[in-house]
């Protein structure tokens, strides 16, 4: 099975700072198609996940701009250029490039 | 409104059976494949099964094969997962999520599932 690995586990950041989520894959997640399939997800405490990204730059429909994605091969970013209050919950990365499906371990933002 | 319910979730014995139920509405359910997802908790998210449009192809997590059975019926526009010889290490929040564009772009919004004597 592909492993992700995100770090840090743990993320306090002061508000209106940046902040940035590292995701590595065992495997690369570039599938044979050409298409590298990475998503991020943030869970808001209490709520269901949301998606963010997928084929890591592909902003979803009401993800704010200062949220972004980006990386290649086995190694993700998932960058926020200035936190909100909003922004507290875990974030997650996820490949679909190699069955099963994996995801990282979660990354938890909290307001420092 | 496009969305997703979950429901069928409870307090189940070790070794009990439990079926999942995923509603979906406002959207052509029978074009999308489906997902569940799981969480224990306090803890991540984890992949359980995935299901193609017309149901003929299905996948596991290794920690569910043979023990858990997705299904699908496009006429009534529901996603199922059976769940036999359920552990205490399957109590989560089970969630359904739909593959659109790009995986998991909707999500229900849970039905717990707990396994205790």
């Known amino acids: 099975d592909v492993v992700m690995t995100q770090s840090p586990l743990s993320l306090p950041v002061a508000l209106g700072q940046p902040a940035s989520i590292s995701c590595r894959s065992s495997?690369?997640?570039?599938?044979?198609?050409?298409?590298?399939?990475l998503s991020w997800f943030q869970q808001r405490p209490g709520q269901s996940p949301r998606r963010l990204f997928y084929?890591?730059?592909k902003r979803d429909s009401g993800v704010p701009d200062r949220f972004s994605g980006s990386g290649s091969g086995t190694d993700f970013t998932l960058k926020i250029s200035r936190v909100e209050a909003e922004d507290v919950g875990v974030y997650y990365c996820f490949q679909i490039t190699h069955w099963p499906r994996t995801f990282g371990q979660g990354t938890k933002v909290e307001i420092k | 409104e496009v969305q997703l319910v979950e429901s069928g979730g409870g307090l189940v014995q070790p070794g009990g059976s439990l079926r999942l139920s995923c509603a979906a509405s406002?959207?052509?359910?029978?074009?999308?494949?489906m997902n569940w997802v799981r969480q224990a908790p306090g803890k991540g998210l984890v992949w359980v099964s995935h299901?193609?449009?017309?149901?003929?192809?299905?996948n596991y997590a290794d920690s569910v094969k043979g023990r858990f059975t997705i299904s699908r019926d496009n006429a009534k526009n529901t996603l199922y997962l059976q769940m036999n010889s359920l552990r205490v290490e399957d109590t989560a929040v089970y969630y359904c999520a739909r593959d659109g564009s790009g995986p998991f772009d909707l999500w229900g919004q849970g039905t717990l599932v707990t396994v205790s004597s």
């Open positions: 299901i193609d449009s017309d149901g003929t192809n299905t």
């Open positions: 084929n890591v730059s």
């Open positions: 406002g959207f052509s359910f029978s074009n999308y494949w």
């Open positions: 495997q690369s997640l570039l599938h044979s198609d050409g298409t590298t399939y």
